[in-house]
């Protein structure tokens, strides 16, 4: 069991908007930024969302992050086929001295 | 180009060792905090371990903890993780990343494959 918790699996049509939910707890989200990995099928992550909201340069702005408390969410707007991946979330965790993720969540493009 | 590229990976015997590798180039590797991350098959990702620049400190994740270690070469521009008393369920697709302060894992390497079985 992740010491984040995502859904294990989010879906919409091509151009619906998507939102993904990671949420955690005062030790990890709650005191530490999020960021977000994107993973395509039988590829390596992707660092997709840093600092809870900023996007790498060459991510699309479809993707956004935010972060509110103990919880964070990932949206893609305007989905498309490339986004069926896989994402998580992570975050320092002050306790266990450690990065946790989510257990991941798969978005299929219906 | 910036890239890490992982070595090592293969069949092993439970209780035995492995060392696993990763070189890095295209970047100034001494500024940057490195980190191990492994996904077991059909599962999601499980950070293991993480270094800094000079490696005086050092993270593990419960589960390793005793049994792996982690270290660089700073002259070689190398990661490296020692994976001692292997069990089966270290079996996963190990990938070293690029850590950016708090701004997540940037570069990943491409993985390299560990499976403990007799």
């Known amino acids: 069991q992740s010491v984040l918790t995502q859904p294990p699996s989010a879906s919409g049509t091509p151009g619906q908007r998507v939102t993904i939910s990671c949420s955690g707890s005062n030790s990890n989200i709650g005191s530490n930024a999020v960021n977000w990995y994107q993973q395509l099928p039988g590829t390596a992550p992707k660092l997709l969302i840093y600092t809870n909201n900023q996007r790498p340069s060459g991510v699309p702005d479809r993707f956004s992050g935010s972060k509110s408390g103990t919880s964070a969410s990932l949206a893609i707007s305007g989905l498309q086929s490339e986004d069926e991946a896989d994402y998580y979330c992570?975050?320092?965790?002050?306790?266990?001295?450690?990065?946790?993720f989510g257990g991941g969540t798969k978005v299929t493009v219906l | 180009e910036v890239q890490l590229v992982e070595s090592g990976g293969g069949l092993v015997q439970p209780g035995r060792s492995l060392r696993l590798s990763c070189a890095a180039s295209?970047?100034?590797?001494?500024?940057?905090?490195m980190t191990w991350v492994r996904q077991a098959p059909g599962k999601g990702l499980e950070w293991v371990a993480n270094?800094?620049?000079?490696?005086?400190?050092?993270y593990y994740v419960d589960s390793v903890k005793g049994r792996f270690t982690i270290s660089r070469d700073n002259a070689k521009n190398s990661l490296y993780l020692q994976m001692n008393s292997l069990r089966a369920e270290d079996t996963a697709v190990y990938y070293c990343a690029r850590e950016v302060d708090n701004d997540g894992f940037d570069i990943w390497g491409q993985g390299t494959m560990v499976i403990v079985s007799s």
């Open positions: 270094i800094k620049l000079d490696g005086s400190e050092k």
């Open positions: 295209g970047f100034t590797f001494s500024s940057f905090w």
């Open positions: 992570a975050s320092w965790d002050d306790s266990l001295k450690g990065v946790v």
